[in-house]
């Protein structure tokens, strides 16, 4: 004699929670995945990026064309230009008439000792956490007075 099989109510909790908790597994290591990641499509086009070195500092100076769905920069520096640390992070700029913005970052360089180059680079994380490199920068020590 054949019986059918009839789950208790306590078996299909057991086994909705265990469907539920692999899609949360699932979905979790998808989503850490995607996050943060170098995008090749950049979602800010600079206008400009300019370096002026006066007073013994160094501002850099950047102006974009309009932006999607950027959430900020961060400005990295160099002294060996393999090893990039971020020293800010710029959250917003100055609306321009092209519908972009304006940007800037100034920094004091006299802490820096027997060195003769620093390099700087821009990050632009967009609202996801994605992020692309802007080129890098070369910034002469001895020629700040």
């Keep these: 004699m054949k019986k059918n099989f009839t789950p208790s109510v306590a078996f299909k909790s057991v086994l909705a929670f ?5 899609s949360v597994i699932t979905t979790s290591a998808f989503v850490s995945n995607i996050a943060a990641k170098p995008v090749k499509e950049k979602n800010v086009v600079y206008e400009s990026l300019q370096v002026t070195t006066t007073n013994k500092s160094v501002q850099l100076n950047w102006e974009t064309v309009p932006e999607f769905n950027n959430s900020h920069f961060e400005v990295e520096r160099s002294v060996d230009m393999v090893e990039f640390k971020t020293v800010a992070v710029v959250l917003d700029g100055f609306s321009t008439e092209s519908n972009g913005k304006r940007y ?3 920094e004091n360089v006299l802490s820096f000792k027997n060195v003769q180059v620093i390099y700087y680079r821009l990050k632009q994380v967009d609202a996801l956490g994605n992020f692309s490199y802007g080129e890098v920068i070369k910034v002469q020590v001895e020629n700040i007075k």
Aim: glycine share 0%.
């Design 18 to 22: 265990a469907v539920c908790l692999l």
């Design 104 to 106: 800037a970052f100034k």
